[in-house]
Structures are given as structure tokens and as C-alpha cells.
């Protein structure tokens, strides 16, 4: 199994900028181009929001909300997983999780066109003041 441990949140001010990192390992696969990650993040009493994907040749996609002020990457070997976010907001304030999966699972599909991910870290909390 794939395992995720997510760093890098913390508190900052409104219009601020923090990394996160994710390291994956476990992966039972050598090929990393059939690896795929992804951001998801929660706050208490809401369900689970997409953040950001990346997936087969480095493609990425964003929600709405999020695209142009973070930006996703990753290393060649998907290893490690990042997530840039700038000109944070108050509504950003959540626990950020990265997901990921391999092989055939890279190819399922959501309603939303994403993966259904396998394997979850515990989660990094963002929190946003004014």
C-alpha cells in the first residue's frame, strides 16, 4: 500500500502564501507515469472538496476556487507531491490531504472526472486569519 504523510500547514494571514508537501512511498509499481496525486481538502461538517490533480504526463487540474492562486506539482517519480497556494483566503482554512493511487486505478473516473484515490494521508491543517 501507498503511504502519504502531508507537512507544511500552519497559520497565516489572509492574502499569504504556504507550501505543502507530500511523501509518498510504498508504491508497488516502478513506473511512475502511471501514478497519480492529487489535494483534497475539509472542514468539520462539510464533505470533502477537490483541490487540485496531477496525473499522466504532468497533466493538472484545479477547482474553480483554487485555480490561479495554487499551483500543484511533483517530482519525476511522484515521490513527493506540492501544493503552492497564494493569495490565500479565509474560506482556504481546512485540513488539506494528498491522495494518491496506481495503474489501472489512475483511469477510474468520478463524476468529475477525477480518480477515485485509493490512498490517503492523515492531513496537514491550513488555517487562514484576517
Known amino acids: 500500500a501507498v503511504q502519504l504523510v502531508e507537512s507544511g500547514g500552519g497559520s497565516v494571514q489572509a492574502g499569504g502564501s504556504l507550501r505543502l508537501s507530500c511523501a509518498a512511498s510504498g508504491y508497488t509499481s516502478s513506473d511512475s507515469s502511471d501514478r497519480c496525486m492529487a489535494w483534497f481538502r475539509q472542514v468539520p461538517g462539510k464533505g470533502r472538496e477537490k483541490v487540485a490533480r496531477?496525473?499522466?504526463?504532468?497533466?493538472?487540474r484545479y477547482s474553480g476556487s483554487v485555480k490561479g492562486r495554487f499551483t500543484i506539482s511533483a517530482d519525476n517519480a511522484k515521490n513527493y507531491l506540492y501544493l503552492q497556494m497564494n493569495s490565500l483566503k479565509l474560506e482556504d482554512s481546512a485540513m488539506y490531504y494528498c491522495?494518491?493511487?496506481?495503474?489501472?486505478?489512475?483511469?477510474?473516473?468520478?463524476?468529475?472526472?477525477?480518480?477515485?484515490?485509493?490512498?490517503w494521508g492523515q492531513g496537514t491543517q491550513v488555517t487562514v486569519s484576517s
Open positions: 496531477t496525473g499522466r504526463d504532468g497533466v493538472t
Open positions: 491522495a494518491a493511487d496506481e495503474g489501472s486505478l489512475c483511469y477510474t473516473s468520478d463524476s468529475d472526472g477525477w480518480p477515485v484515490y485509493r490512498y
